[in-house]
């Protein structure tokens, strides 16, 4: 009870230093025209344990900003009138997508041309940097009074299309790593077979009967685990029940990548090198 009372009189206080270093701050920055938004980080910064140690630590705030991003999500539920959201359907999955997608290939793009980092990797992370970030974006258009006009409600579309996109996002990331390995396998054991002789068409349908009930499986047990939470009831579960259908789906569509489109690309790209014994089909 104690611990308990200690805990609730830490957040209490560092709740009421943040709040009034953010409202000093947010004062003298948009006297600088600087904006809200920046005035925000730096109060944060000066008033956290690496300055000036006036709000304590960061597992010491976690509940306090918890509830800030409970009133962030408020402030966006205050938008999503279903009249304006269906007026604005156009842009949220036209201007949404094309900028998740165009954003997150040119970032992943980047990332794979100036590292080492595999294609899947670099698909992970060039995807998640191409977000924008709604607690920044959104307080911005409102302290100008941008978020009503046309231009404030197409940023609007496209940060709510990124916030939808979040979930699949995260499950293609996971089934990345299955859909590589599954292909990559399966054209290992297409190389050995032609290595062998086999033809070219001989090999891809051995390779295929050969890889096809592991990869079946990987899928079916797969969705045997994701089922159990599929079908939970609990408060806790809701949450992660768009994620683990958004994980099924996906490993379906990975299923579908290396079963099919591989060994159909794999026959119309296919090149031999002098490894490779056997003439090509």
Known sequence: MEHGEASAHVA???GVVLLAAALLFVILF??????????????GAVVGPQVLGLAGSGEE??????LGIVMLLFVVGLELAPSRLWRLRGAI????????ALCGLAV????????SYPMAAALAVGLSLGLSSTAQVLPMLQS???????????????????????????AIVAALGVCVND???????INRARREGMS??????????????????????TFVGLSTLLMERSTQAQVLIPMATSLAWAVLVTTFIALFLVPVLVSLVWVDTPELQGDPA
């Open 200 to 221: 070219r068409d001989e090999a891809i349908r051995t390779a295929g009967v050969l890889r096809f009930r592991p990869i079946v499986l990987t899928t079916l047990t």
């Open 144 to 170: 100008g009074g941008n978020l009503r006009t046309p231009v404030g409600e197409r940023a609007f579309s496209i940060l709510l299309f990124q916030d939808l996109s979040i979930i699949p996002l995260l």
């Open 108 to 115: 992943s793009g980047v990332i794979w041309l100036a590292t």
């Open 183 to 189: 292909s990559v396998v399966l054209i290992d054991y």
């Open 30 to 43: 948009r006297k600088l025209g600087l904006g809200a938004t920046l005035g925000y980080l730096v109060a």
């Open 61 to 66: 705030t976690l509940s306090f900003g918890e």
């Open 12 to 14: 209490l206080e560092s």
């Open 93 to 100: 999955f036209g201007l949404g997508l094309t900028q998740v």
